[in-house]
């Protein structure tokens, strides 16, 4: 059998084996298959793989040293089907990205510095741009520390992304459709790209609160049936095509804040329910906040105006916070937050 070098890491809520790229087949379709033997994809329990019987358990970071003068790795994510035997490099994951630089770090891809390093991490899925800091005094990766995310147990060291160029980044463009807000299916809607292409709408246009608990979503099929219908719609409208076989564009459900944040919501994978909130997810929720006239603005609660806000988003695991900072137009310098990462296990995988 083939041993693969690797180190299994949790990256905020999701987890998943880092690897090399260089350690990979360059030809996509053979490496997809290594990849569907690696995991286990294709059994509901992966027992013949690494994967954990579930989306968020079933993913792959892929990172090697950067081509892009100014960058210094790059990152390709794969979403591996748990059941279908599939894999899907179209979206970015900014969970698994979490652990991008430790990775990087731990395997010479990126000498540290003390007492803390800075990447800059290409990912090759939207090809945008993305700075983590991460902790290294003496010059070695540390995970321990205080910093404490909701959906994760315990604590651990901060990882600060920021993400320095995230409009546009499947569409070309923040408004694919040139709207802030339109009608779909009889629904109002807002189509935005910024990390994510994303549908978002208001959960009480469907005959929802926006508060239910993802289980309770999950098991009203039909609702997953009518989010489908739009979201194929939505996809044609925002210049993707026929999106059956794509997780993209994501789904949004938004409902005004109720613990003290800015904005609640409910994340669709878009065939269920994220238990918590992703990262892109996160930040394409903040920046279409302050972007007027989107149904997102509509159930937003900001404070005054500042060059730098936070933004606090209530989800089924808590909230997520996030800084987001706007030019003087109104547009986004960076969306940045804190997240953390754990070493799990290094050592080889085995595929036929």
């Not at 404490?148 to 569409?171: E, H, M, Q, Y």
């Not at 694919?176 to 009608?183: F, Q, W």
């Not at 009518?226 to 938004?254: D, Q, T, Y």
């Amino acid at each position: 059998m083939r041993a693969i070098p690797c180190i299994l890491m949790r990256g905020g809520s999701s987890k998943g084996p880092f690897l090399r790229t260089r350690d990979l087949p360059a030809e996509a379709a053979e490496r997809d298959l290594l990849l569907l033997d690696m995991m286990g994809a294709g059994h509901e329990l992966q027992i013949d793989g690494v994967g954990g019987s579930n989306p968020l358990s079933s993913k792959v970071a892929m990172v090697d040293v950067s081509s892009q003068v100014g960058v210094d790795v790059d990152y390709l994510f794969a979403q591996v089907g748990v059941e279908d035997r599939s894999v899907d490099t179209g979206p970015n994951c900014g969970n698994m990205l979490v652990g991008v630089a430790p990775f990087a770090v731990e395997t010479g891809l990126v000498r540290a510095t003390d007492p803390e390093t800075c990447i800059r991490i290409r990912n090759l899925n939207t090809s945008t741009l993305v700075d983590a800091i991460i902790q290294t005094p003496g010059g070695k990766v540390s995970y321990e520390g205080t910093t404490r995310i909701d959906g994760v147990p315990g604590t651990a060291a901060p990882v600060k992304l920021s993400f320095v160029d995230g409009a546009g980044a499947k569409t070309g463009k923040l408004l694919p459709t040139g709207l802030p807000r339109e009608e779909l299916q009889g629904i109002d809607v807002t189509l935005i790209d910024m990390s994510v292409p994303v549908m978002m709408l208001a959960a009480s246009s469907l005959g929802k609160t926006g508060y239910e608990s993802p289980a309770e979503l999950d098991a009203d099929r039909a609702f997953f049936d009518r989010i489908e219908r739009m979201r194929m719609e939505a996809g044609v409208r925002m210049g993707m095509g026929n999106v059956a076989a794509s997780v993209l564009p994501k789904v949004i459900l938004i409902a005004p804040p109720r613990a003290g944040g800015q904005i609640s919501g409910r994340y669709l994978m878009p065939h269920s329910c994220h238990k918590s909130f992703a990262v892109t997810g996160g930040i394409c929720l903040t920046a279409a906040s302050l972007v007027p006239g989107t149904v997102a603005a509509d159930h937003a609660r900001w404070e005054a105006e500042a060059a730098v806000r936070q933004c606090h988003i209530e989800h089924p695991m808590g909230v997520t916070q996030l800084e987001v900072e706007q030019d003087g137009n109104g547009g986004f310098r960076r969306v940045s937050l804190v997240r953390t990462a754990r070493k799990l296990f290094a050592g080889e995988i085995y595929v036929p």
